[in-house]
């Protein structure tokens, strides 16, 4: 993606603007969620309307993140008119789920930190080498605003959700540097990481059950893949939500070089929605490009359509293959 706008740019036209709808993506997380409501926090402060939107619901775990309603796209009034609508860890227009639409309502500015050539907006700006879109809002936050309480404690959470508590590749010394700062602006990290990390649901458990137990080895264990069908995730009256957190259960086992988990979706049976993992050195995206997909080199996605799990794991196992050898 080329990048038609720079920062202060951005910084000049959010400053000029007074009514925005601040854009998350689809099954919003961690990163999307703090990057918008840090940036309507700060907004709002200097006095503009502001709203959060995103395609689905914030979930129960992620909710104290937003102090405010995270507006779904058919609640935005017809009557908001926005002068600005601004996407934030969104990588690709399908991320946008039904707030396409919203989109086209104002100037759009993209703000990223995917790699990919998704230039959906009037204005895109991506840093691929930015562990999360967090660290991007920082450094608006720092020319445009203050780090007051809350903004210290959004944008620690959203970095530390992106980076798996500051354990992923996708770490560098700037993160640290950043989260450091925040963390000398005495923000509980202890307390934030309790609610991003450790508060699984039973259902949450039941779903790594069944993600272990479907895993399979192959190339001598350098190449780890779980699926789990729409069958077997009814059976255990488990939602998508449910196991919408399993991407890094096949990386993190002792010799596996590159993971996958292969998931069936719930509105579009036969089609297979691929999280993968790598070890560095080992391309994910590589493999992914090939599963319609990609992502970091680390950390990417796919989709594959199948007539039964045993093919659809094939296909994730033929375009991975490659990339250990
Ligand atoms: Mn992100």
Known sequence: ????????EIIGKLKKSNRIIL????????????????LKHALKKMGKTVICASSDPVSDRLS????????????VSED???????SVDVASISMLGNCKSLMSLAESIKIDHHHGEDSFADYNFALPDKASCSEIIFDIIEQMSDFDKKTCELLYAGISFDTGCFKHSNVTEDTHKKAAFLVAQGVDTALINQKLFGNKTKKEIEALKMAYNNLEFFEDGKIAITCITNKMREEKGLSEDDIADLGQIPIEIDGVQLGATVKEKGDKPGNYKISMRSRPGINAANACKKLSGGGHVCAAGGLVVADCKENAVKAVLEASIPEIK
Not at 1 to 8: D, G, H, K, Q, Y
């Open 80 to 86: 908001f008119n926005p002068d600005l609508v601004v």
């Open 23 to 38: 854009i998350c993506h689809v099954r919003p997380d961690g990163d999307t969620l703090a990057c918008a409501y840090t």
């Open 1 to 8: 993606m080329i990048n038609n706008i720079t920062l202060p």
């Open 64 to 75: 104290f993140l937003c102090d405010e309603k995270m507006y779904l796209p058919n609640e």
